[in-house]
């Protein structure tokens, strides 16, 4: 007589999600775009770095290391 409570929760948590999202919306986060971005491998070392000025890419910025600390000429290279 009783209904089971497990699959009732799942129900009740997924059927939000598949209505469209539980009514939370993601943040926008606008960043002025000025200087020198960084992405590093997990050693620390640099991965890929880019500069910026008034929001725009500075044309011939880009920069890409291996895990090595050694540059290389793509994001695809410094990843291996």
Known sequence: ???NSVPFIL???????LLGGCGI???TI???KNGVFTVRHE????LWEI???????????EKFWNSK???????EEARK
Do not use: T, W
Not at 11 to 17: E, F, Q, T
Not at 51 to 61: A, H, L, N, P, Q
Not at 69 to 75: R, T
């Open 1 to 3: 007589m009783f209904m």
């Open 51 to 61: 500069s910026y000025k008034d929001d725009k890419k500075v044309e011939g910025s």
């Open 69 to 75: 600390g050694e540059p290389v000429d793509s994001i």
């Open 11 to 17: 129900l009740a948590i997924s059927l939000p999600l």
């Open 25 to 27: 919306e993601e943040p």
């Open 30 to 32: 606008e960043i002025e």
């Open 43 to 46: 050693n620390g070392k640099k």
